[in-house]
């Protein structure tokens, strides 16, 4: 399933192991006043990054932590390599390619030498990040490259990720939930603010070169989502292919083979995988409180229509 799957496990095995060695103030670093993880990147990496090279032809998947941006990257490789008919021979040598990374992929994760390491690989490149558009490398937004934006109702995000900080050893934990709520509506959390992100987007949602698309709307009709996606992108499948692609990364298939794939992180990674966890977790008052700021950031955008906020996240 994941082409790069023995690599992935070591490299999370490793982090894990250093996570646990580290004090939770040294947990993080600050770049331009956001936090990243300190265990996967640094600040030289931050500042090496506007070296990348995008290339015309590159995918390029971004979304805010915890929207489901390992399913999305899972489906696309899907969608990509069975429309690039790879032969054994050329997948060998792209998975080959990737293991020497040597970091788990995302663009801001590694040594400041991974943007040389990634001149390496084939085309078409898969590339994901969590990065809002100002802080892409320039780059990015200047070639033709494609970038595919994953967008979650802020409420099941929130939650995902505060889960995400308790279970993962690399990241300190919350003494409770209201502790990390505020963190979270204050944009105290890796990678900035939620919603800043979204504001960001928002600008670019009828950009030629980018595409927006909901967890909500994949988990709805996730066939129909990545015929949107396969479009954008101008991948030719036929149906038979997208049914089987929607079959190999269902939560639950997911999940099955994710010591496989993942290794420990799998249990962390695939946690529930559905709509409106956050009735669970959320107060009346926190409820509230989310409404408003979201009214605030987005009310009235193109982009709050798209994500169906009042459907998701309506109590
Ligand atoms: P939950 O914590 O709400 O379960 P990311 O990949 O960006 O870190 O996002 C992780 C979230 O995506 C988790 O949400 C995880 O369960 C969910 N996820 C992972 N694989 C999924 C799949 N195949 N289908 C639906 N959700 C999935």
């Known amino acids: ?43 030289e990496t931050m500042e090496a990054l506007k070296s990348f090279e995008a290339r015309n032809d590159d995918v390029i998947i971004t979304g805010y932590p915890k929207t489901g941006t390992n399913w999305l990257e899972q489906m696309v490789k899907e969608l990509e390599s069975t429309d690039a008919k790879y032969t054994e021979e050329e997948m060998k040598e792209r998975i080959n390619a990737e293991k020497k990374l040597e970091t788990f992929p995302r663009l801001e994760f590694g040594d400041p030498g991974i943007y040389e390491r990634l001149k390496k690989l084939p085309s078409r490149r898969i590339i994901l990040t969590h990065l809002p558009p100002h802080l892409l490398p320039p780059s990015v937004l200047q070639s033709k490259a494609k970038i595919l934006v994953l967008v979650r109702n802020p409420k099941d995000t929130a939650v995902s990720y505060y889960h995400f900080y308790n279970d993962m ?38 950009h030629e070169k980018v595409m927006i698309i909901s967890y909500e709307e994949l988990k709805e009709d996730q066939v129909l989502g990545m015929k949107r996606i396969a479009a954008f992108f101008g991948f030719s499948l036929c149906e038979e292919d997208f049914l089987r692609i929607a079959k190999m990364t269902t939560f639950q298939a997911m999940k099955e083979k994710s010591k496989e794939t993942h290794g420990q992180f799998g249990d962390i990674l695939f946690r529930k995988g559905v709509v409106g966890n956050w009735r669970d977790h959320f107060s009346k008052a926190q409820n509230e409180e989310m409404d408003r700021k979201f009214e605030e950031c987005l009310g009235g955008t193109k982009l709050a229509a798209r994500m169906k906020y009042d459907v998701y996240c309506k109590a």
Request: net charge neutral.
């Open 169 to 206: 050893p690399v990241m300190p934990s919350f003494a409770s939930w209201d502790e990390y709520f505020a963190a979270f509506m204050n944009g105290k959390v890796a990678w900035g603010s939620y919603f800043d992100h979204l504001v960001e987007w928002n600008k670019y949602i009828d």
């Open 1 to 43: 399933m994941s082409r790069n799957r023995g690599r992935i496990i070591e490299i999370t095995e490793n982090l894990f192991s250093q996570g646990v060695k580290r004090p939770p103030e040294a947990m993080f670093f600050s770049y331009k006043g956001i936090l990243y993880p300190a265990s996967m990147s640094s600040p």
